[in-house]
């Protein structure tokens, strides 16, 4: 069990950008301390915009987190995202399914894994889940919080951002008319293409079941996309729910972290590795 | 453009991205470097990912662009002494210039910023004459209570007026008439008696901001500041620094220009596109 006063072992961190030009990825690899590292290795698949910028440092503490138990982490950004080359209205899920893709074998060439464990947040679940259908040797996944119905979360981005545009609006005297556009969704353009592929998504077109160990975590108290139902359908699949913060959605400047999910998360994964 | 991840800084514990043209000018130190710095806890990408459209653009402008994270933000470990944050910050982006300038041989230094970032950008201007330029968004404003009370007349002249529930809680006595009073009698007061009004802004805090204006009017340092919808900087620095706010104005030492119709992180994307424009024009 990890002792959270213990005073961790320190971890190296290794930026690098990755992948054939133009379509270079960067990526931030977290290596175990010395002589502490184990066989397997974890990307994690982080969610896409908004959700993306205020989940960026709990995902940072969880790489940290599982660096520190022996196993060296990718946190990398897809095409047409963070630091990565291309716009992100040239890029869309197929892409990123491949970075996913991209991201295990560079992972496994840098650190010498042999293993690859994945580990996606909101929409990133749902491209790891892609990635592994797409036959990327993964080991085993964790999904939190996951994107499984593309429609719902349309839906969601759409009334966010249409509190955005009233409260814009109200602000600068114009009307709401005026300022929405279905083709913007807070700071990022929302594709034709990408608005259909997303709302294909669905438990059923995630791909095959998958039937090496798999977690599921919810954060919330309800559950309208099934994922409960979805995790136990899953050959090596567990479901649990754990009350904590949930960074994707948190304000930028409260930067809460969920320390009981990166600790379950982290200890869930470094049990099944010898 | 090309792009290199590195790690930077005494104890090579802050992670940056280095971005500049592929075919570098002859005399690459003849530009200054640019230094964009974190938006609050927003990570090098920036807010809406403007960092890298506005490094990217300089590059190809011939200039050289760092964007990094300071200690325990993004990417960078967390600092390991007990320096206060505000200090460290500013320690951090002297660090990042030595680092500039040890690997490309650059001397002087354009800083810019969003928010928190800006704050920054002016105060390490202040403390480090390599800095000869700085362009401030959105500058994060001190928490005085007279922030507090400009921030709530303006709530309340720009949008509770207009609005019809704000209205509706008036006459229902649901608003708290107190605070509507003692904020118009502010208010009031500030128009009719400026310099009174001044009294309760710390005086610390005015001395410190008309010191840093005189110290960057003395190093010929230019600032760019830009101000989205609903931005009180402007208004501030007027009331606060004075008459010789609007001489820097005058004199060009300071340029301020608004954004349409933005908000604070400059979000919608008409915005950002308007916001790389006035900066990549301003700085070439």
Partial sequence: MHNPEATPPPTDIDPFFFGAAPRLLYGCLHRPPAGAAREGGVVICSPVGQEYVRAHRALYQLAVRLAQGGLATLRFDYSGCGDSMGMFEDNGLDQ??????????????????????????????????????????????????????????????????????????????????ELISSEEVMGYPLTPTLHRQLAGLSPETLGRPFTAPMLTVSNSNDDPDGLESFARSQAGGEFERLADHKPWIEELYKRLIPVTTIERIAEWILRRHP | ??????????????????????????????????????????????????????????????????????SGIGDSGPRRDMLPVAQSMVDETRQAMDCLEQVKGLREFILMGICAGAGVASQAAVADDRVTRAVLINPMLPGTRRVERMRRFHYYRRQALFNPRSWMRLLLMQSSYRDLWRMLRYEIGRRLFPEEALRDE???????????????????????????????????????????????????????????????????????????????????
């Fill in chain 1, 96 to 177: 990123w399914t491949e970075d996913v893709q991209a991201a295990a074998g560079v992972l496994q060439f840098r650190s010498g894994a042999r293993q690859v464990w994945l580990v996606g947040l909101r929409l990133g679940a749902a491209l790891a889940l892609q990635a592994a259908a797409a036959g990327a040797p993964v080991a085993g996944m964790v999904l939190w919080e996951p994107v499984l119905r593309g429609g719902r979360y349309l839906e969601q981005l759409a009334d966010t951002q249409r509190r955005f545009i009233v409260w814009l609006g109200s602000l600068c005297h114009r009307s709401v008319n």
């Fill in chain 2, 1 to 70: 453009m090309k792009e290199t991840a590195l790690l930077l800084g005494r104890d090579r514990s802050l992670v940056g991205i280095l971005t500049e043209s592929r075919s570098p000018a002859a005399e690459p130190a003849a530009r200054p470097g640019v230094l964009l710095l974190n938006a609050g806890l927003v990570h090098h990408i920036g807010p809406n990912r403007l960092y890298v459209h506005l490094a990217r653009r300089l590059a190809d402008m011939g200039y050289v662009v760092l964007r990094f994270d300071f």
């Fill in chain 2, 202 to 284: 710390p005086s610390q805090v005015i001395e410190h901001l008309r010191a840093s204006f005189r110290t960057l009017k003395e190093r010929d340092t230019r600032m760019l500041l830009i101000f989205a919808a609903g931005e009180l900087g402007d208004q501030y620095f007027n009331e606060v620094v004075g008459p010789e706010y609007q001489t820097l104005k005058d004199q060009g030492y300071f340029t301020t220009t608004q954004l349409a119709c933005a908000d604070h992180l400059v979000t919608p994307l008409a915005s950002q596109a308007q916001l790389l424009d006035i900066v990549t024009r301003w700085v070439a």
